[in-house]
Structure formats: structure tokens, C-alpha cells
């Protein structure tokens, strides 16, 4: 992968913090802005990524009407772990 630089600017309290963090952590404040950064658009590509997926979901059900109850789905989470562990409900309409 390759990198390239980039200039960010924060408030001078912030940069305080990075530093003191860096100093504690025995890292550079560079490889934790990194660190924070990365973590930061993972995060939020999983969320766009699970976003997306209930939106297809939802439009699914309206153009199918296919659903389980709550009454269902608690139902069945509540066989887990026990002697008696159910299926997954089917959808219906």
C-alpha cells in the first residue's frame, strides 16, 4: 500500500493530549493520529456496509411483505443455550 502525507490541524489542546498520550503509550503521536485515523474509517465503512444492508433489507420486506414476529424471534433467542434450542422462524407474510 502506498502512503502519502497529509497536514491536519487541531487545537492546540488536542495536540497537548496526542503528545502526552505518545509520550505514556511510548509511540509516536504521529503512529497514534495513524492508528486513530484507520480505526476511525474502518468503523465507519462498517457501518455504511450494515447501513446499506438494512436499508436492502427493509426494501426487501416491502416489495415481499416476508417477516417474523417479535414474538418469534424472541422466542427463538430464547431457546439458546438451553436443552431445547429451536430453529430459525421462517418468514411469512
Known sequence: MSTT????????SYKDRLSRLATTKKRTAHALA????????????????????????????????LHV?????DEWLESWGTDNEKDVPLCHK
Request: hydrophobic share 40%.
Open 34 to 65: 495513524k492508528a486513530a485515523i484507520t480505526s476511525f474509517i474502518e468503523q465507519e465503512e462498517r457501518l455504511e456496509a450494515e447501513r446499506k444492508e438494512a436499508i436492502a433489507s427493509y426494501e426487501d420486506y416491502l416489495e415481499t411483505g
Open 69 to 73: 414476529t417479535l414474538a418469534e424471534a
Open 5 to 12: 502525507a497529509m497536514s491536519i490541524k487541531l487545537d492546540s
